[in-house]
């Protein structure tokens, strides 16, 4: 029963590349588990160690209950709390689990890694069949390649596989890692993502252990990126012209219809902002996009308005939701495990809610399973642990911070 608790936390790091979708039956059977070694206690519990803030997850579900209490879409707002369980769950299963059994960080690495992989070659292999037999070689990038995961998401994954690959002792591993993340942030187009993964090879580049990892990334980024960016980086500069004020036609009676990711992102982030500043103590958890769409069509953003857009920022998103108070909490809560990450020299932690802050920019994360599983998940997975209480593998052997790439 020990191994199997063990091995759940793994398999769920593992499943989160896959789909966006697998890490439901993982997270049944963990949850079954952690009932049955409740009811059979598979041997002598142990103390629970756990990283700093480990409850945040219970305040940020606890905003989102106390909002449907100013929500009018009930249904919406219901089907929020059913949704976001996990950042109520999450917390519950890793202290019943880790009462049990250690997990090490290398463990949970070494699952993530698995996944990676998996989603590369399952990825890869799809664009090699669509180009070899029907010419089709749009699968090597973005949305084709990342397959039934949102490109971002995707790139977000890479990003923090990135970042353990390059705190990992072992220098060919963290170069073959590097090279690999570096080649799928570039193909995924996101981005985000470019970005991401220009930080994390840059600082390995700059401050790091492994220097050489980190060029063999970012140059591997940068010619995956060159390959296929340049229709992106098109998109991304004509979607800072078309976001402009919409231009609305007297005579003809017409509104101009906006699209692309950019010139979408834009309008929706202006839109949550007058939201906001309409609404300083949030509309509820379940009026959220209706007090966007509104807000769409008061201003001729028809593309947004007919496709029900969030507000693609997960800062705005709390912030029309839940006001001042759900903005300076989301800040404080981010900002306060990056600074203890920091002061500890922790780099999984560090690189995982950095990453969190940044996506957090350009993606309404708490919106869909990919974003607040994975937060749930992370911020216990790779969270700061309270000094001297990071823990090792069975062997007890270092976790993969051991050629930390903060210098």
């Known amino acids: 029963m020990k191994r199997w608790l063990a091995a759940l936390p793994v398999l769920c790091a593992a499943a989160f590349p896959l789909h966006p979708r697998a890490t439901t039956p993982v997270l049944i059977l963990w949850g079954v588990s952690v009932v049955w070694a409740a009811w059979r206690p598979p041997g002598a519990a142990r103390q629970v160690e756990r990283p ?14 106390l909002g449907l209490l100013a929500t009018e879409d009930m249904d919406s707002g219901w089907f929020a709390l ?6 109520f769950l999450l917390p519950l299963l890793w202290s019943a689990t880790t009462r049990w059994v250690d997990i090490s960080r290398t463990r949970l690495a070494n699952g993530l890694f698995a996944g990676l992989l998996i989603s590369a070659i399952w990825g890869a292999g799809n664009a090699l069949w669509s180009s070899a037999v029907m010419g089709d070689h749009s699968g090597w990038r973005y949305a084709e390649l990342a397959g039934a995961m949102h490109p ?8 923090m596989g990135a970042g353990l690959w390059l705190s990992d002792a072992g220098r060919n591993r963290a170069a073959v890692g590097a090279v690999v993340a570096g080649l799928m942030l570039g193909l995924l187009a996101s981005k985000a993502g470019w970005m991401a993964g220009l930080a994390v090879f840059g600082w390995a580049v700059v401050k790091g252990g492994h220097r050489w990892a980190g060029a063999l990334g970012l140059a591997s980024l940068v010619l995956a990126g060159a ?10 500069l004509e979607g800072m012209q078309e976001a402009a004020p919409v231009e609305v036609s007297a005579s003809a009676g017409e509104v101009e219809r ?19 500043q309409e609404h300083p103590w949030g509309v509820g958890t379940g009026d959220v996009r209706s007090a ?59 690189a995982f809610v950095g990453l969190a802050m940044w996506m957090g920019l350009t993606e309404s994360t708490f919106e869909l399973q990919s974003g607040v599983v994975w937060m749930a998940f992370g911020f216990w997975a790779w969270g700061p642990m309270r000094v001297g209480g990071v823990r090792s593998d069975a062997s007890g052997s270092k976790p993969p911070s051991a050629r930390p790439f903060l210098g």
């Open 258 to 276: 906006k699209s692309g990711s950019t010139a979408g992102r834009l309008q929706s982030w202006r839109a949550a902002w007058s939201v906001m």
């Open 82 to 87: 059913e949704v976001k369980i996990s950042l």
């Open 52 to 65: 700093f803030a480990w409850w945040a997850g219970w305040i940020q579900y606890a905003f989102i209950a």
């Open 227 to 236: 390959t296929v960016g340049q229709g992106r980086a098109l998109e991304w």
């Open 152 to 159: 971002t998401y995707s790139s977000w994954y890479w990003a």
């Open 292 to 350: 966007l769409v509104s807000e769409y069509r008061k201003v001729g953003a028809e593309y947004a308005a007919e496709h029900r857009m969030n507000a693609h920022n997960a800062y705005l998103e709390v912030g029309v939701a839940f006001g001042v108070p759900g903005l300076l909490w989301l800040v404080g809560w981010w900002g306060s495990v990056l600074v203890v990450a920091w002061r500890r020299r922790d780099v999984p932690a560090w």
